[in-house]
T-cell receptor, first 116, second 110 residues
Framework: SAVISQKPSRDICQRGTSLTIQCQVDSQVTMMFWYRQQPGQSLTLIATANQGSEATYESGFVIDKFPISRPNLTFSTLTVSNMSPEDSSIYLC?????????????FGPGTRLTVL | GQQLNQSPQSMFIQEGEDVSMNCTSSSIFNTWLWYKQDPGEGPVLLIALYKAGELTSNGRLTAQFGITRKDSFLNISASIPSDVGIYFCAGQYRGNKLVFGAGTILRVKS
């Protein structure tokens, strides 16, 4: 399976600031996604990171708040803008690995964000 | 939108016991996946199911894709302490997106 790394692994940020999270994959993948996991909750899809074009956002998530870049097939960034304590969550990137017979989706280790 | 109902919410079992958890939905999914998440880690894929009625095993884990494509179950046989964690079901829909169940917290008494 694809090996996924995220930076930073955790951060504590002040209200009103922004944080950019990086996701690096060890192989080229077509599909990359960003998820949010609020404390004690399940995972919710934020957006699909499209290579060479604007990300596709899910209902309730907007580009101004969560701008995403996808400059190539192995890298993506998610920025959490103008943060508030409600943004405290684990942010995870995932990739679809289609090297096998089927497309399977794997997750990075996550970035644990605390906003004060 | 798509929603998954995962049960039970939590389980506290004796080491060696078998475990069963399931997910249901009013929506049809093309793929069902089961993940396990340990504290401080991202979810790890345990089993993927691609065909209605499919029964798949991975060691002590067995999962089935419901014939209606609206449900799936995961069984863990002879539980061990390292099975502790949160188990999530996920259904894959258009654009290869995933919707997740609320999770089942598994605790094992040794």
């Amino acid at each position: 399976s694809a090996v996924i790394s995220q930076k930073p692994s955790r951060d504590i940020c002040q209200r009103g600031t922004s944080l950019t999270i990086q996701c690096q994959v060890d192989s080229q993948v077509t599909m990359m996604f960003w998820y949010r996991q609020q404390p004690g909750q399940s995972l919710t899809l934020i957006a699909t990171a499209n290579q060479g074009s604007e990300a596709t956002y899910e209902s309730g998530f907007v580009i101004d708040k969560f701008p995403i870049s996808r400059p190539n097939l192995t890298f993506s960034t998610l920025t959490v803008s103008n943060m508030s304590p409600e943004d405290s969550s684990i942010y995870l990137c995932s990739v679809e690995d289609n090297r096998g017979a089927y497309n399977e989706q794997f997750f990075g280790p996550g970035t644990r964000l605390t906003v004060l | 939108g798509q929603q998954l109902n995962q049960s039970p919410q939590s389980m506290f079992i004796q080491e060696g016991e078998d475990v069963s958890m399931n997910c249901t939905s009013s929506s049809i999914f093309n793929t069902w996946l089961w993940y396990k998440q340990d504290p401080g880690e991202g979810p790890v894929l345990l089993i993927a199911l691609y065909k209605a009625g499919e029964l798949t095993s991975n060691g002590r884990l067995t999962a089935q894709f419901g014939i209606t494509r609206k449900d799936s179950f995961l069984n863990i046989s002879a539980s061990i302490p390292s099975d502790v964690g949160i188990y999530f079901c996920a259904g894959q829909y258009r654009g290869n997106k995933l919707v997740f169940g609320a999770g089942t917290i598994l605790r094992v008494k040794s």
